[in-house]
């Protein structure tokens, strides 16, 4: 792998392909053994998550349900400090074993605004799993039950995740270069 240009940054290799897959088959390999006889309602939050949702949920072999939900708060490589929920919840959780999928966890703030909201419609219980979690930029400390890879607080883009709404059908996971 090589640098990259997305609109008018480049950036370098971080995460490959089969990391990715490899740490997913181990992630799933938990929940599978967390939620055994259980039938959890995955919501992933688009639109970042939406790769890692589908190639998680490959890997699941509990009955699982999903459904979206669409939250966002960045603009360019920086976060607004806005959430806004462009598709709500359209699935009941009352009584639901929740699991959130989320493609990053930056600051913390998108999750500290939805999880309330979660946490309202009393699900008997409420995890998260997230793909990449910057511990360094944690404004809102968010509980994380399933982390793909902690980073350090650069900006990635690929594998879902974009850079002014290109680079998310980069298979690979790469970092602004210096
Ligand atoms: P938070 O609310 O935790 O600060 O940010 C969460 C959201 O910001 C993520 O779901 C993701 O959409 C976006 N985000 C945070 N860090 C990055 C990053 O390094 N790259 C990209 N492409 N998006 C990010």
Do not use: W
């Not at 703030?109 to 419609?121: A, D, I, M, N, V």
Request: hydrophobic share 45%; charged share 20%.
């Amino acid at each position: 792998m090589s640098i990259i240009h997305v609109h008018d940054k480049s950036f370098q290799p971080y995460l490959t392909a089969e990391m990715i897959k490899t740490r997913i088959k181990e992630i799933a390999a938990d929940i599978n053994k967390d939620y055994a006889g259980k039938r959890p309602v995955f919501i992933a939050i688009l639109n970042g998550s939406f790769i890692f949702a589908a190639d998680l949920f490959k890997e699941l072999t509990v009955d699982v349900e999903v459904c979206f939900i669409k939250l966002a708060s960045y603009k360019g490589t920086r976060s607004t400090g806005q959430v806004i929920t462009a598709i709500g919840l359209d699935t009941d959780i009352f009584g639901r074993d929740v699991v959130v999928i989320e493609d990053i966890v930056d600051t913390g703030k998108t999750l500290s605004e939805f999880l309330p909201q979660l946490h309202h419609q009393q699900p008997s219980s409420l995890k998260i799993v997230t793909l990449l979690h910057k511990p360094e930029a944690t404004v809102f400390p968010i509980p994380i039950d399933y982390l793909g890879f902690a980073i350090p607080n650069e900006f990635v883009v690929g594998y879902g995740l974009d850079y002014d709404g290109l680079g998310r059908n980069i298979p690979a996971i790469y970092k602004l270069a210096e």
